[in-house]
């Protein structure tokens, strides 16, 4: 166990569908990232929340938004789903001065269908 | 943007070879990642380098950080069928607020063969 907590482990859902995966981070860690896993693509990073704050972008749809909440868990929102969303998305946690750097949650398994 | 290129893409190894593996950045390292990945699975932290030269072991693998070439490489002695799955660098990406998360790497696919 990482300490960082993902759920659900696998979702299957159709065309057109909104859904949400959440990200519980590691303890005492400020900062959440996602990212998502396709075998075409690799590991993409979409973006980072500090501290309940939006910190960067990277890939992100515009169908995709996310937020960090005043616990520091995290949620996912894919919306308008493609057959080309299905990927593993994966959540990340650090703690501050990343001295600890990146730990990785198992990943939500995301089929659309 | 930073982009990593990992080499090779996949190898295939006899049990108890040696291996190594190779990560290649377009731009100046600040840190380096190593995580090693099961099959459709999380990834799991193996090495992280900051400083150049600097080299790291844990059980049977090596990491080195040559900051000048910009390129780390993982190195594994006596391989063993646990070895296998996939291998991934990622590096700090850095704006003018500091660290934003990792850029990876395509990978390496490893195969131990008994």
């Known amino acids: 166990d990482s300490g960082v907590t993902q759920t659900p482990k696998h979702l299957i859902t159709a065309t057109g569908q909104r859904v949400t995966l959440r990200c519980s981070p590691r303890?005492?860690?400020?900062?959440v990232y996602w990212y998502q896993q396709s075998l075409d693509q690799g590991l993409q990073f979409l973006i980072q929340?500090?501290?309940?704050?939006?910190?960067a972008k990277g890939n992100i749809l515009e169908r995709f938004s996310a937020q960090q909440f005043p616990d520091l868990h995290s949620e996912l929102n894919l919306s308008s789903l493609e057959l080309g969303d299905s990927a593993l998305y994966f959540c990340?946690?650090?703690?501050?001065?990343?001295?600890?750097?990146?730990?990785f949650g198992s990943g939500t398994r995301l089929t659309v269908v | 943007s930073q982009e990593l290129e990992q080499s090779p893409q996949s190898l295939i190894v006899q049990e108890g070879k040696n291996l190594t593996i190779n990560c290649t950045s377009s731009k100046t390292l600040y840190g380096l990642y190593w995580y090693k990945q099961k099959y459709g699975e999380g990834l799991i932290f193996l090495m992280m380098l900051q400083k150049g030269g600097e080299e790291k072991s844990h059980e049977k693998i090596t990491a080195k950080l040559d900051e000048k070439k910009q390129q780390s490489s993982l190195h594994i002695t006596a391989s063993q069928p646990s070895h296998a799955g996939i291998y991934l660098c990622g590096a700090d990406t850095y704006s003018g607020g500091g660290a934003d998360g990792l850029t990876f790497g395509k990978g390496t696919h490893l195969i131990i063969q008994p």
């Open positions: 990340a946690s650090s703690g501050r001065g990343q001295n600890y750097g990146y730990t």
């Open positions: 929340y500090y501290n309940g704050e939006e910190r």
């Open positions: 303890s005492g860690d400020l900062s």
